[in-house]
C-alpha cells in the first residue's frame, strides 16, 4: 500500500505552528519514497468552539474515523483554564476523540540524545544512556469516570474505575514490547491504596506467566516519581493507568532535556492517533519559537504504524542529523538558534537530499 489518507488537527496554540512542520516532513516522504499521503483537515479544541461551539465537531470525528492515521497538535487555551465554571472545555474534545477512536495506548518513548546531555537539568551520570518506554492506558481511570459537582459547589468527585477487559490489552501490548527490549516490564501503581490498583496488579501477575522471559516488577507511582528522577536507568518499559501516566511521563520528559522532543503514538483496534506530548504552549503561539521535533517524530511513530518502516528510520535520523549538527529552536540552545520553520525546513531537505544521493 502506498496511498494513506491522513486527518490532521492542528488544534490550538502552537499545534498549527509544529504541524506544519510535520506535513512539509511528509511532502518530503512522499517525493523521495513515492508514498501519496491525502490530507483532510478537521477543527479541534478551542478553535472548535470558538468556530462551532463543539470541541469535537461532527466532521472532524468523521474525518477521523475515515483516516488510515490522525496527526494531532495541541490542545488547550488559557481562557478555559483561568474558568473553573466554563461548561464546555477544550479537552473535552481530545478525550472524546481518543474514546471513540478507541485510542487505548498511549506509548511515549524517551531516550537521550548524546550531544543535548547538557540541556537536561539532571546530572551526565543520571541520565546518559536512558532508554524508556511509557505505555499509558489512555481511554478509561478516573478521566472516564463518573464526575459530579453539586448545585451549590459544596462538594465534587471523579471516579476511578477499571475492568478487566480494559487493563488486559494495554498489559499485552508492554510485555511484547518488554520482549522486544531490555525484558523488563514495571506496573506503576498505588496498589497500598487503591483498588484499581491491586486489579492492575493481580491482572499483570496472572499475564506474566504467558511472557516468562520478561521480568515484572511493581512500583508505587510516588516513588517510581522520584525512582524516574534518581536512577531512569533501571527502567525499560513502564505500564500505568491513565492518570499516572500523564503524570510521570511530564515528570520523565526533564531527561532528554526539552518537553519540546518528545512524540507519541495513542493506538486503537483499528486507528491510530499521533502527537507531540508537549500542550498548547499559548506563550509561543505565532511567534515561531516552538520547537517542531516532538511532532515530527510523532509523525515518525505514525510511518512506523503505517508500516512505513525505511521512511520511519530515515526520519528518525534525519532528525538526529539536526539534533547532532545544532540546529535546533531556542529550547535547546539559547546562543545560536533557528525557527520552528527552519529546522522543519532542515529536517526536510536532508531527507530530499540524502535520499536522492543514495539512489543516484
Ligand atoms: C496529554 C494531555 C492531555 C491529558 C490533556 C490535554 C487532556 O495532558 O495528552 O498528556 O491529560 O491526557
Ligand atoms: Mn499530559
Same mark, same amino acid.
Given at each position: ?11 490550538? &496554540? ?5 504541524? =506544519?512542520? #510535520? ?18 483537515? &478537521? ?10 461551539? =463543539? ?11 475515515? !483516516?488510515?492515521?490522525? +496527526? ?10 483561568? =474558568? ?9 474534545? +481530545? ?16 531516550? @537521550?540524545?548524546? #550531544? ?21 492506558? +489512555? ?28 487493563? *488486559? ?38 499475564? !506474566? ?5 520478561? @521480568? ?14 534518581? =536512577? ?5 518499559? *513502564? ?9 510521570? !511521563?511530564?515528570?520523565? %520528559? ?11 503514538? %495513542? ?10 506530548? /508537549?500542550? #498548547? ?6 511567534? &515561531? ?20 518502516? $525505511?521512511?520511519? $528510520? ?6 538526529? /542529523? ?9 529550547? +535547546?540552545?539559547?546562543?545560536? /538558534?533557528?525557527? @520552528? !520553520?527552519?529546522?522543519? %525546513? ?10 536522492? %544521493?543514495?539512489?543516484?
Amino acid at each position: 500500500k502506498n496511498y494513506f489518507k491522513l486527518a490532521v488537527l492542528p488544534g490550538d &496554540g502552537i499545534g498549527p505552528e509544529v504541524i =506544519n512542520e #510535520s506535513i512539509k516532513i511528509l511532502d518530503a516522504i512522499s517525493e523521495s519514497f513515492g508514498y501519496q499521503f491525502e490530507y483532510s483537515y &478537521g477543527l479541534m479544541g478551542a478553535e472548535a468552539i470558538y468556530k462551532t461551539g =463543539n470541541p469535537l465537531p461532527d466532521e472532524t470525528l468523521k474525518i477521523c474515523k475515515e !483516516s488510515d492515521a490522525v +496527526l494531532f497538535g495541541a490542545i488547550g487555551d488559557p481562557a478555559f483554564d483561568n =474558568n473553573p465554571d466554563a461548561k464546555v472545555r477544550p479537552e473535552q474534545g +481530545l478525550l472524546r476523540l481518543r474514546k471513540e477512536l478507541g485510542l487505548f495506548a498511549n506509548i511515549r518513548p524517551l531516550k @537521550t540524545y548524546p #550531544s543535548l546531555i547538557e540541556k537536561s537539568p539532571l546530572k551526565r551520570e543520571i541520565i546518559e544512556g536512558t532508554d524508556i518506554q511509557i505505555f499509558r492506558e +489512555l481511554v478509561s481511570g478516573i478521566y472516564f469516570g463518573e464526575k459530579y459537582t453539586d448545585e451549590e459547589g459544596q462538594y465534587a468527585y471523579d471516579n476511578c474505575k477499571y475492568s478487566r477487559e480494559e487493563i *488486559i490489552p494495554i498489559v499485552h501490548m508492554a510485555f511484547r514490547e518488554a520482549q522486544k527490549r531490555r525484558k523488563k516490564l514495571t506496573l506503576v501503581d498505588k496498589a497500598n491504596v487503591l483498588d484499581t490498583s491491586r486489579l492492575w496488579r493481580k491482572i499483570c501477575q496472572e499475564i !506474566s506467566a504467558e511472557y516468562p522471559d520478561v @521480568t515484572l516488577d511493581f512500583m508505587f507511582v510516588d516513588n517510581a516519581a522520584m525512582q524516574l528522577i534518581l =536512577n531512569p536507568k533501571q527502567f525499560d518499559v *513502564i505500564v500505568t493507568e491513565n492518570m499516572f501516566g500523564d503524570i510521570i !511521563s511530564d515528570e520523565a %520528559s526533564v531527561i532528554g532535556g526539552s518537553i519540546g522532543l518528545l512524540p507519541s503514538a %495513542s493506538i486503537g483496534e483499528s486507528n491510530a492517533l499521533f502527537e507531540p506530548i /508537549h500542550g #498548547s504552549y499559548p506563550q509561543a503561539k505565532g511567534k &515561531g519559537i516552538a520547537n517542531p521535533i516532538a511532532s515530527i517524530l510523532s509523525t515518525a511513530m505514525m510511518l512506523d504504524y503505517l508500516h512505513l518502516e $525505511h521512511a520511519a $528510520h530515515k526520519l528518525k535520523e534525519s532528525v538526529e /542529523h539536526a539534533i547532532e549538527n545544532k540546529y535546533v529552536t531556542v529550547d +535547546l540552545n539559547a546562543d545560536l /538558534h533557528y525557527s @520552528t !520553520s527552519e529546522v522543519g %525546513s532542515f529536517i526536510a531537505d536532508y531527507i530530499r537530499y540524502s535520499e536522492k %544521493s543514495y539512489y543516484n
